[in-house]
């Protein structure tokens, strides 16, 4: 996924870069925000700093959240089993086969193992399974290296807040976060849980109140090399975005050209559109899809020739793909004259 910027909320990144150093005093971030105020591409934006510096692991949490076994095996799987001795050998205990704890076959197949204890288990005893688990994983972690990043982006907190999941995530596996610097908790949503007992101590709570001033996303645009006529231009596409984060930023890559990007104008692009309707049928226009690998179901409004040739215009062009689709419709129709790019 390429890197982006991201319009404002500077504060909140100089923030993330202490958090995820070594020592740092508090380990457990939330970011709260409606829909549109851009938290999942603050976390994407996270996540693309570090992920070449340290373990993480990302998870989307609804419809009242996941198998906690889930949580472990995929945290297990990145960062591997043979670095999480105090774990697995806590789950061989619950097994009664502790002998096998150090051997790589059977570490091989520890998430079945691992579900079967948690299957095995009812109750009180669930619980007491799960923050057993808990602890053992928090002694592996006090060894990592770098801080193990675990990101929950959205935290559905309406759905999961009666959830085991929900209970046994704030009120016990946070508190370990908190007493662990081999951990790093990132929580974004609508609604996320309120810091509480020994973790409120470790956390740090923000709200994102989302960002429609429109000399922040000219400043934005202009600093990615958007070539954006006026404020009023700008003006336009905020409102036909209704101020939804994501919706602005892909009116703003289809609106407006690149200063870097020769290929790409408003005149060429009509042209473009303007020979496709000539040219092909909507049955076609899917068998080019077909012979760029694009899945012709993620291309909207393919109810219309009209419709399905701009959207897949627009798509190309978000992924630096124009160039390659005027090609491929040049050796479709070749004894057409076609718009020159450059």
């Known amino acids: 996924m390429p890197y982006k910027t991201l319009a404002n909320y500077e504060k909140e990144q100089v923030l993330f870069t202490e958090f995820m150093e070594s020592g740092a005093d508090r380990?457990?971030?939330?970011?709260?925000?409606?829909?549109?105020?851009?938290?999942?591409?603050?976390?994407?934006?996270?996540?693309?700093?570090?992920?070449?510096?340290?373990?993480?692991?990302?998870?989307?949490?609804?419809?009242?959240?996941?198998?906690?076994?889930?949580?472990?095996?995929?945290?297990?799987?990145?960062?591997?089993w043979k670095n999480l001795p105090y774990f697995t050998r806590m789950v061989a205990d619950k097994l009664g086969e502790p002998e096998n704890a150090e051997n790589p076959v059977w570490r091989g197949s520890i998430a079945k193992h691992l579900q079967k204890v948690c299957n095995h288990s009812?109750?009180?005893s669930l619980m007491d399974c799960y923050q057993d688990l808990a602890d053992a994983w928090f002694a592996d972690a006090e060894s990592f290296q770098t801080p193990f990043l675990l990101v929950i982006d959205p935290y559905d907190y309406l759905l999961t807040e009666t959830s085991l999941f929900d209970k046994w995530f704030r009120e016990y596996f946070l508190e370990g976060v908190a007493a662990c610097n081999g951990m790093r908790v990132v929580i974004?949503?609508?609604?996320?849980?309120?810091?509480?007992?020994?973790?409120?101590?470790?956390?740090?709570?923000?709200?994102?109140?989302?960002?429609?001033?429109?000399?922040?996303?000219?400043?934005?645009?202009?600093?990615?090399?958007?070539?954006?006529?006026?404020?009023?231009?700008?003006?336009?596409?905020?409102?036909?975005?209704?101020?939804?984060?994501?919706?602005?930023?892909?009116?703003?890559?289809?609106?407006?050209?690149?200063?870097?990007?020769?290929?790409?104008?408003?005149?060429w692009t009509a042209q473009l559109k303007e020979a496709m309707m000539e040219r092909f049928i909507t049955?076609?226009?899917?068998?080019?899809?077909?012979d760029m690998a694009i899945d012709p179901e993620e291309i909207p409004n393919r109810e219309t020739i009209s419709g399905f040739v701009q959207e897949l215009i627009w798509y190309c062009q978000r992924r630096k793909?124009?160039?390659?689709?005027?090609?491929?419709?040049?050796?479709?129709?070749?004894?057409?004259?076609?718009?020159?790019?450059?």
């Not at 409102?239 to 050209?257: M, T």
């Not at 491929?328 to 020159?340: D, L, N, S």
């Open 283 to 290: 049955k076609e226009v899917r068998e080019l899809c077909f």
């Open 122 to 124: 009812n109750g009180t």
């Open 188 to 267: 974004s949503g609508k609604e996320v849980p309120e810091p509480q007992g020994e973790w409120s101590i470790s956390s740090s709570l923000h709200e994102l109140k989302g960002i429609d001033k429109v000399q922040t996303w000219m400043v934005w645009a202009n600093k990615e090399g958007y070539q954006i006529p006026s404020e009023e231009a700008l003006s336009k596409v905020l409102r036909s975005a209704k101020g939804i984060y994501s919706d602005i930023v892909d009116l703003i890559e289809i609106s407006f050209p690149k200063a870097s990007d020769t290929s790409v104008s408003f005149k």
């Open 321 to 342: 793909r124009l160039e390659e689709l005027f090609q491929k419709c040049r050796e479709a129709r070749p004894k057409y004259e076609w718009v020159v790019v450059y």
């Open 27 to 80: 380990n457990i971030l939330l970011f709260q925000g409606k829909n549109g105020s851009g938290s999942s591409q603050l976390v994407e934006h996270f996540v693309n700093l570090v992920r070449h510096k340290t373990t993480f692991y990302s998870l989307k949490l609804q419809s009242g959240g996941v198998p906690i076994h889930s949580l472990f095996t995929q945290m297990g799987k990145k960062c591997r």
